[in-house]
């Protein structure tokens, strides 16, 4: 695979995570993001090394292993590198356990859930970017790494703490938004932590005035594309919550909600991560709709009951 080039400074390598590579100017790159494994890593530093480009610094937008699973291969292969990435989600790099930690309800994780789509090599955090200490929707900083002055912007709800990268009309958006057929992939119901939070950085992007917006999986859309595909996003977000406001139709517990709402859609998963993520997801969806008055949480009995109201 081969760097496809946005800008005259900025490109993105496409696979299952599309990495952003800004070229510094004098040889050196900022890499937006590693990857889930050192196998993408690899071929990152392969493409890297074709271009001619000695990676700096690795921005990293959110704690997600496939985001960040490649830093600490290309932190061994280049000592001198310096990541950054928003105190919250630097918390999560640094301390990698923390992803299985959260989706096993706080516990021990299982081994189910010790596997490279949840649990990334842990790495350091050189750079905490201390104006993000809370980051929200649409705010926006120029800041100076690797001697190139690019803005970052906050892109919560998909992950607490998330940013995206503005530089030379290029948004590399990370998980602020997925290429349509990434919907289709994860059943029409994309991870989310926030629900209106993903939505309002939905709206976000849209009002952004760049010519290129790289998902972090998925199709890179134009300007002209753009308004499309972050509709297709809104659909699924707001699709996924009708799902669940449906699947409440009944009182039930959080596993018996997923298993309603993965049974409405037909949508089967893969193993044990995959259905972590999945539940987690349906979980902020729960927690909107309470935010709505549309949903309660309480304990029955011997059971943590959903319902509706
Ligand atoms: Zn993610």
Redesign the pocket.
Known sequence: MTLQQLSGRVAYLPGANNLGVIATGDGGAIIVDSGIDKDAARGLKKALVAAGLTPRAIIST?H?A??VGGNAFLLKQYPELQVYATPFEAALIQHPLLEPIYLSGGACPPAALRGKWVLAPGSPVHHLLDDWLTVTVGMRRTTTIAGVELELIGLPG??PAQIGVLVDSVCLA??GFFGPAVLAKHGGVP?THDVAAQLASLVALASLEVDWFVP?HGAVATRAEIGEHLAANEVAVRGASDLVRAALNEAGDLATITSRVLGMIGHSLAGVAQYAIFSGAVGAHLTYLEQQGEARLELIDTRLIWAAG
Do not use: K, Q
């Open positions: 959110h997600h496939d985001h998909h992950s990370a998980d991870y972090g």
